[in-house]
């Protein structure tokens, strides 16, 4: 069981990209997906999650109406759309996995998460 990233990139700022974050050997039903990143020489940060069974999300402040986190029951994957990317955004991303993460004040905390990515490199720049 784990999960699986893609669709990271090359992007000039202002750009769009889409990550997919695919679970293998489980469901993602009942389970909090979460996006997190992490830049050079930066302490690794929550960006956005979902909780699939309610089906709330979250954003970050610094994504907040850029970033757009999805879940496709179909393919057992969430996704992260990406727009108006900027320089700061660059970074590893990893998505990660809980079935439960409480209280909601953990959502951003990575201990809360036992199903981690290896990541995908998404770069801004010009």
């Known amino acids: 069981e784990h999960v699986v990233e893609s669709g990271g990139g090359l992007v000039q700022p202002g750009g769009s990209l889409r990550l997919s974050c695919a679970a293998s050997?489980?469901?993602?039903?009942?389970?909090?997906v979460g996006w997190f990143r992490q830049a050079p020489g930066k302490e690794r940060e929550g960006v956005s999650c979902?909780?699939?069974?309610?089906?709330?999300?979250y954003y970050a402040d610094s994504v907040k109406g850029r970033f757009t986190i999805s879940r496709d029951a179909a393919k057992n994957t969430v996704t992260l759309q990406m727009n108006s990317l900027k320089l700061e955004d660059t970074a590893v991303y990893h998505c990660?996995?809980?079935?439960?993460?409480?209280?909601?004040?953990?959502?951003?905390?990575?201990?809360?998460?036992?199903?981690w990515g290896q990541g995908t490199q998404v770069t801004v720049s010009s």
């Open positions: 990660a996995a809980a079935g439960s993460v409480w209280p909601k004040s953990r959502l951003y905390v990575a201990s809360a998460y036992g199903y």
């Open positions: 050997g489980f469901s993602f039903d009942y389970y909090t």
């Open positions: 979902i909780d699939i069974s309610n089906g709330d999300t």
